[in-house]
Antibody
């Protein structure tokens, strides 16, 4: 079955750029929407943004100026870059699949296990 | 502050029926489907209800969802200890700037 796995540094310094990759295994990245969602310790979920396999993106307005999401279909991966991070960006970052394909309003049906990123000097 | 409003906590005893509410507005719940996610301690969220009241394969029929106007509810009947988790509602929010996902703040369900 399809599985998602986040990877990247667990510690990032303030003002630097957080970079994470989500690898999709057991299925193709094509045809679907792919998202990043985060959860600060002890708090709720916040949608960061999504990318369609073709490369089109949409970001949370509150993070838009700092977020870039990209896709590499040859590697079955998509990535997140969040610039100018502060302690407020410390969170568990999840990648998730948007299903079904080819519709405008899809939903998150599969999630990765998440990876904790701490912003600290 | 979350766009969708949920009670921070709920509780019940084994076998009871509990409901969790989710309140939004015309731009999200009022015009789009509602989704519910269950997050067991230390794990990733899992899809529990999609398109207001549909259960994915493998989700027990003890879980049910409903929507009316700009509010939605998740009901859990025959409460079991393994239902103790955080529950989040979610929906698309359509605005002039585009469509974005919004979540509720989450409800921590305690099985007494």
């Amino acid at each position: 079955q399809v599985q998602l796995q986040e990877s990247g540094p667990g510690l990032v310094k303030p003002s630097e750029t957080l970079s994470l990759t989500c690898t999709v295994s057991g299925g193709s990245i094509s045809s679907y929407y792919w998202s990043w969602i985060r959860q600060p310790p002890g708090k709720g979920l916040e949608w960061i943004g999504y990318i369609y396999y073709s490369g089109s993106t949409n970001y949370n307005p509150s993070l838009k100026s700092r977020v870039t999401i990209s896709v590499d279909t040859s590697k079955n991966q998509f990535s997140l870059k969040l610039s100018s991070v502060t302690a407020a960006d410390t969170a568990v970052y999840y990648c998730a699949r948007g299903n079904p394909p080819y519709v405008t309003h899809w939903y998150f049906d599969l999630w990765g296990r998440g990876t904790l990123v701490t912003v600290s000097s | 502050q979350s766009v969708l409003t949920q009670p921070p906590s709920a509780s019940g005893t084994p076998g009871q029926r509990v409901t969790i509410s989710c309140s939004g507005s015309s731009s999200n719940i009022g015009s789009n489907y509602v989704y519910w996610y269950q997050q067991l301690p230390g794990t990733a969220p899992k899809l529990l209800i999609y398109r207001n009241n549909q259960r994915p394969s493998g989700v027990p029929d003890r879980f049910s969802g409903s929507k009316s106007g700009t509010s939605a509810s998740l009901a859990i009947s025959g409460l079991r200890s393994e239902d103790e988790a955080d529950y989040y509602c979610a929906a698309w929010d359509d605005s002039l700037s585009g469509s974005n996902w919004v979540f509720g703040g989450g409800t921590k369900l305690t099985v007494l």
